[in-house]
């Protein structure tokens, strides 16, 4: 009762944030990712492993027709937060975009990026992740220690690995970004200076805000964009977990929790 934008019945996904204070200097700003008062899901608040689940609904999306739930879920999640890491490396239509790791955000995040006119380098260890960036287009597609055929204009660390941090540099053009887009990566090693200098740019994703989530959803019904994934049970989660720290997920594992 009392809603502006949504009708009972109406299919609505959300996402890992799930509310700011909407006060604060970034709030107003539109970077509400970084309020220190934000509540993510799963985190703050209860709901990733739901089966009913209270959201405020200017915190929630609908999702496109076309896209049954199975298939919806991983945008809300990796879907968006690839989507901001794609938008902060900064990289342009017609421009090289590299990829280190190949998990479920990055196997949207390609699709995004090649609709946008982007030469896409792919580095993973998985012969199975390999494959599906190939089934997906990449134009180059190698190991976490291979060296491109050319120069990144741009690049985006889906993997938390912290030593990936200066083979991506290495492998970077002078003026180039880099994008972290983990939540948590493992120690940087020592690296020269000069693998930074020439004005290439390191920076992290923090979360998401609602206009990435907006923005990915259009999108992937304008592409459309489509989810590699994969059912679980709820009760499998533990299992799923395991395989996902194993990289023995091709594109993105769902919990179907009823």
């Not at 790791?101 to 196997?107: D, E, I, K, L």
């Not at 907006?214 to 304008?222: K, S, V």
């Not at 395991?242 to 929790?257: F, P, Q």
Request: net charge negative.
């Amino acid at each position: 009762d009392g809603t502006r934008r949504f009708r009972e019945g109406d299919r609505v996904g959300v996402p890992w944030l799930y509310d700011t204070c909407e006060r604060c200097r970034f709030c107003r700003e539109g970077k509400e990712n970084l309020c220190d008062e934000a509540r993510f899901t799963g985190f703050h608040v209860d709901g990733g492993f739901a089966e009913y689940f209270v959201v405020k609904e200017d915190f929630a999306y609908p999702i496109p027709e076309g896209f049954p739930d199975l298939q919806a879920a991983p945008l809300l999640c990796a879907g968006i937060i690839g989507y901001r890491a794609l938008r902060l490396s900064e990289v342009r239509p017609g421009e090289r975009l590299g990829m280190y790791g190949f998990g479920a955000s990055a196997h949207v995040t390609i699709q995004v990026a090649k609709y946008r006119g982007c030469e896409v380098f792919v580095f993973t260890r998985s012969p199975e992740h390999r494959r599906l960036a190939e089934e997906l287009g990449a134009a180059w597609v190698g190991g976490p220690d291979d060296e491109p055929p050319e120069e990144m204009d741009s690049s985006i660390i889906f993997a938390p690995a912290g030593p990936l941090v200066p083979k991506a540099l290495k492998a970077l053009r002078k003026g180039g970004t880099l994008a972290l887009a983990g939540i948590h990566m493992t120690p940087i090693p020592q690296m020269e200076y000069s693998l930074l200098y020439g004005e290439r740019t390191v920076r992290s994703v923090a979360n998401s805000t609602r206009r990435d989530a907006e923005e990915l959803l259009r999108l992937a019904a304008e592409i459309p964009i489509h989810t590699e994934v994969k059912e679980y049970r709820l009760e499998e989660a533990n299992e799923v977990l395991l395989k996902l720290k194993r990289s023995e997920i091709r594109g993105a594992a769902v919990l179907k929790v009823r």
